[in-house]
């Protein structure tokens, strides 16, 4: 029969629980009781039907302690008149707590509300709107208090994160907690203690004005008349990226390549110096403003993830020229041919004809299924034919 059942009545109950609607009310005192339960019951029919199964249904309600049923008078021709479940009440929280059996839970939801209220009523809101992740952050719930506590006493500290001073808090703990510490700091801070142009828990120390370790650019000059410490000539290079952004190298060619190998490997061209990549994210090169005086050679995995960075790095430097992510290079090491595990399908709108000619083949499966042909793999004679190309056309 598809009558409401206890266990029907308790998950209707359990819904309000996980949403965190029972203890949001616990947070804002707007209380969810007295509330009537959906209930589906027999109609007359089935009553005179199945007399004995609506017993046992009505005996079954009744027996559940923190529910108030109400009854309505049902007259049989052959059994008389018996009462029936009419409807179902949950009269308090505490009620609807009981039958949940989350007593303990809700009383430490309480305790969080109240610690919040005491030392930061601002975030009594949060608490309301997030009620359930509070609980589940209840054992750090005191030491994230005391990371808006120590914010809010020094905005915008200008240190590294190992340097605030908290007891019982480390600087690992801040960062593994840098999402919610987020939310619970837009509430709790002053508009001018936020960076509103950085976002996400990577951009958390700049966002709250804390000291971040600096992007480094590594690079190498390729051409030893260039060479920043002549007296030792070439050597692998790492600059913040402010620094590499004063650097005015002099050179007239700059290559860009994702593999470490090829990047160390990478043979002597005059007037040229190559940077190690870092896959997407090329924000840091923008602040060089030299660059963009500079013939700029992007060498990229030729898969579609290396076009969606070529087209991401054009988002910098509009003149990028893609390197040996042609579809004559990709068909000269077909045995070489990988898989790419996660391609992307989007739509790039910075890629010239002929590379958006290959990365639509590559997307859509037009040469085999998610091919990819990663850099390390082009033979370096290849390499030196097509930088000795370069140089006869003057490129």
Same mark, same amino acid.
């Given at each position: 029969?598809?009558?409401?059942?206890?266990?029907?009545?308790?998950?209707?109950?359990?819904?309000?629980?996980?949403?965190?609607?029972?203890?949001?009310?616990?947070?804002?005192?707007?209380?969810?009781?007295?509330?009537?339960?959906?209930?589906?019951?027999?109609?007359?029919?089935?009553?005179?039907?199945?007399?004995?199964?609506?017993?046992?249904?009505?005996?079954?309600?009744?027996?559940?302690?923190?529910?108030?049923?109400?009854?309505?008078?049902?007259?049989?021709?052959?059994?008389?008149?018996?009462?029936?479940?009419?409807?179902?009440?949950?009269?308090?929280?505490?009620?609807?707590?009981?039958?949940?059996?989350?007593?303990?839970?809700?009383?430490?939801?309480?305790?969080?509300?109240?610690?919040?209220?005491?030392?930061h009523p601002e975030l009594s809101d949060?608490?309301?709107?997030?009620?359930?992740?509070?609980?589940?952050?209840?054992?750090?719930?005191?030491?994230?208090?005391?990371?808006?506590?120590?914010?809010?006493?020094?905005?915008?500290?200008?240190?590294?994160?190992?340097?605030?001073?908290?007891?019982?808090?480390?600087?690992?703990?801040?960062?593994?907690?840098?999402?919610?510490?987020?939310?619970?700091?837009d509430s709790a801070l002053p508009p001018?203690?936020?960076?509103?142009?950085?976002?996400?828990?990577?951009?958390?120390?700049?966002?709250?004005?804390?000291?971040?370790?600096?992007?480094?650019?590594?690079?190498?000059?390729?051409?030893?008349?260039?060479?920043?410490?002549?007296?030792?000539?070439?050597?692998?290079?790492?600059?913040?990226?402010?620094?590499?952004?004063?650097?005015?190298?002099?050179?007239?060619?700059?290559?860009?390549?994702?593999?470490?190998?090829?990047?160390?490997?990478?043979?002597?061209?005059?007037?040229?110096?190559?940077?190690?990549?870092?896959?997407?994210?090329?924000?840091?090169?923008?602040?060089?403003?030299?660059?963009?005086?500079?013939?700029?050679?992007?060498?990229? $995995?030729?898969?579609?993830?290396?076009?969606?960075? *070529?087209? %991401?790095?054009?988002?910098? @430097? /509009?003149?990028? !020229? =893609?390197? #040996?992510?042609?579809?004559?290079?990709?068909?000269?090491?077909e045995a070489h041919w990988g898989t790419?595990?996660?391609?992307?399908?989007?739509?790039?709108?910075?890629?010239?004809?002929?590379?958006?000619?290959?990365?639509?083949?590559?997307? $859509?499966?037009?040469?085999?299924?998610?091919?990819? *042909?990663? %850099?390390?793999?082009?033979? @370096? /004679?290849?390499? !030196? =034919?097509? #930088?000795?190309?370069?140089?006869?056309?003057?490129?």
């Open positions: 029969m598809n009558w409401t059942s206890p266990a029907d009545l308790r998950a209707q109950v359990q819904k309000l629980w996980e949403r965190g609607d029972i203890l949001a009310s616990l947070a804002t005192g707007e209380s969810l009781f007295p509330r009537r339960l959906p209930l589906k019951c027999p109609t007359s029919a089935e009553m005179s039907e199945h007399f004995d199964a609506v017993r046992a249904w009505i005996s079954a309600l009744r027996e559940i302690a923190c529910c108030r049923v109400e009854m309505r008078a049902f007259r049989h021709r052959v059994f008389g008149t018996n009462a029936v479940p009419h409807a179902v009440w949950l009269d308090s929280t505490e009620d609807a707590l009981k039958l949940l059996g989350k007593q303990r839970e809700a009383a430490r939801f309480i305790a969080l509300v109240d610690m919040t209220r005491a030392r949060w608490l309301a709107r997030k009620p359930q992740r509070a609980l589940a952050l209840a054992e750090d719930w005191e030491r994230l208090l005391a990371v808006v506590a120590w914010l809010k006493a020094h905005p915008r500290p200008g240190v590294y994160l190992r340097q605030v001073d908290i007891p019982g808090v480390h600087s690992k703990f801040i960062e593994r907690h840098r999402g919610v510490l987020s939310e619970l700091l001018a203690a936020i960076d509103t142009a950085a976002s996400g828990v990577t951009q958390f120390a700049r966002r709250y004005g804390f000291l971040d370790k600096p992007v480094c650019i590594r690079f190498r000059m390729l051409d030893r008349a260039h060479a920043l410490l002549p007296e030792i000539g070439e050597r692998d290079m790492a600059l913040d990226a402010e620094s590499f952004s004063r650097l005015g190298p002099g050179v007239s060619r700059v290559f860009i390549t994702e593999n470490e190998i090829n990047y160390l490997a990478f043979p002597p061209i005059q007037d040229s110096l190559i940077i190690f990549g870092a896959g997407y994210g090329f924000e840091m090169l923008g602040r060089a403003k030299w660059l963009a005086r500079c013939r700029i050679h992007y060498w990229g $995995d030729i898969d579609t993830h290396g076009f969606a960075i *070529l087209d %991401q790095l054009r988002s910098q @430097f /509009g003149h990028v !020229e =893609s390197f #040996l992510m042609n579809r004559a290079t990709l068909l000269a090491f790419e595990i996660r391609p992307t399908a989007r739509n790039l709108t910075r890629l010239g004809l002929e590379e958006q000619a290959l990365y639509d083949d590559l997307r $859509d499966n037009r040469l085999g299924k998610n091919i990819r *042909l990663e %850099q390390e793999h082009i033979g @370096f /004679g290849w390499l !030196e =034919s097509a #930088l000795a190309a370069l140089a006869m056309r003057g490129g």
